[in-house]
T-cell receptor, first 115, second 114 residues
């Protein structure tokens, strides 16, 4: 079955602009998590959505927001972009596997460059 | 608090050598889950393995093997007879008993030299 699809793959924006990233999870998966990956901070958790509700949120400013639609597709939005927002944004599709632990399957990411 | 430490930032080996990637974790949860992911240059994190805290049995999958030791809070990953295609950044991750947040280590960049 199809994997996790993230669009676009690359984005170039300027400071002060806003951006919306999209993620389509694996069919049947209802939970989506977002991560920011930078060389300095590594992989940092942004938030998780399950059945259109934000279930968990990382330590990021309010400029970072997200939502999930009824078909489980998710978007994340960053407003008033700053240079430090340049990063690879990864979306993970979560499923409950046997034993009670979720496995996160990742998309290829959206690489955002803020100029 | 949940924390994962991968002390090895970069490793280079010659093809066919064995290599072990170290992972040390911290958690207060009695039930937790450990993961390894591979990130090739394309950027996508590829799931390799999940281990539950109550299952310390080591696992082997082809050239890959994992050694889980609760006594030392370690979950090390060994690649036997390394190949150039193994070149990537490898991440160890921890998920606690509640919530779905994964805590990732800083990654180990492995270069296999032909």
């Amino acid at each position: 079955k199809a994997g996790v699809t993230q669009t676009p793959r690359y984005l170039i924006k300027t400071r002060g602009q806003q951006v919306t990233l999209s993620c389509s999870p694996i069919s049947g998966h209802r939970s989506v998590s977002w991560y920011q990956q930078t060389p300095g901070q590594g992989l940092q958790f942004l938030f998780e959505y399950f059945s259109e509700t934000q279930r968990n949120k990382g330590n990021f400013p309010g400029r970072f927001s997200g939502r999930q639609f009824s078909n489980s597709r998710s978007e994340m939005n960053v407003s008033t972009l700053e240079l430090g927002d340049s990063a690879l944004y990864l979306c993970a599709s979560n499923t409950r596997e046997t034993g009670g632990a979720n496995i996160q399957y990742f998309g290829a990411g959206t690489r955002l460059s803020v100029l | 608090a949940q924390k994962v430490t991968q002390a090895q930032t970069e490793i280079s080996v010659v093809e066919k050598e064995d290599v072990t990637l170290d992972c040390v974790y911290e958690t207060r949860d009695t039930t937790y889950y450990l993961f390894w992911y591979k990130q090739p240059p394309s950027g996508e994190l590829v799931f390799l393995i999940r281990r539950n805290s109550f299952d310390e049995q080591n696992e082997i999958s082809g050239r890959y093997s994992w050694n889980f030791q609760k006594s030392t809070s370690s979950f090390n990953f060994t690649i036997t007879a390394s190949q150039v295609v193994d070149s990537a950044v490898y991440f160890c991750a921890l998920r606690g008993n509640t919530g779905n947040q994964f805590y990732f280590g800083t990654g180990t960049s492995l270069t296999v030299i032909p």
